[in-house]
Structure formats: structure tokens, C-alpha cells
């Protein structure tokens, strides 16, 4: 039986290159996560929630950091 797609719109693949020591946090919470959860966490659902927080932080009117919606070149989608 297949596995269950976590993603349910067009997706892309990336391989990323990390510190062995990020990686080994990142397995540690996501392994206590799970166990607390009655669904499967990865590193990679880690991975891709800090992504999207980090996506919505500078699309923030507040952010400072010359990208977003109050900067003049911003990203379209």
C-alpha cells in the first residue's frame, strides 16, 4: 500500500546539504513530537513548517529586511 501524500498541491524535490548536528536536533524533536502525536513527524515536516514560517515572516508588512510586500521589489507568486 503506498504511503499517503503529506502535500496536496504541485510539489518540487530538493536535496539540501546541512551540519550533521542541525540534522541530529532535528531528528530529536521530531522523534519526541511524534511520540507525543498520534501522527508520523519527519525532519522533513520540520524542515518545511520552518520554511513556511520563514516564508510568512518576510512576506510581514514589519519585516526590515528589503523583501515583502512593503518593498519595491518584491517576490510575486
Same mark, same amino acid.
Given at each position: %500500500? ?11 524535490? !530538493?536535496?539540501? $546539504? %546541512?551540519?550533521? #548536528?542541525? !540534522? *541530529?536536533?532535528?531528528?530529536?524533536? /521530531?522523534?519526541? %513530537?511524534?511520540?507525543?502525536?498520534? &501522527?508520523?513527524?519527519? #525532519?522533513?515536516? $520540520?524542515?518545511?513548517? /520552518?520554511?513556511? $514560517?520563514? $516564508? ?5 508588512? *514589519? !519585516? &526590515? =529586511? ?5 518593498? =519595491? *521589489?518584491? #517576490?510575486?507568486?
Amino acid at each position: %500500500m503506498p504511503r499517503p501524500a503529506k502535500i496536496n498541491e504541485p510539489t518540487k524535490t !530538493y536535496n539540501l $546539504l %546541512m551540519k550533521q #548536528v542541525q !540534522y *541530529d536536533k532535528l531528528e530529536q524533536y /521530531a522523534h519526541e %513530537m511524534q511520540r507525543r502525536s498520534l &501522527e508520523q513527524v519527519s #525532519v522533513a515536516d $520540520l524542515i518545511r513548517d /520552518a520554511i513556511e $514560517l520563514y $516564508l510568512e515572516s518576510l512576506e510581514d508588512d *514589519d !519585516y &526590515e =529586511g528589503g523583501v515583502g510586500s512593503s518593498a =519595491g *521589489d518584491s #517576490v510575486q507568486q
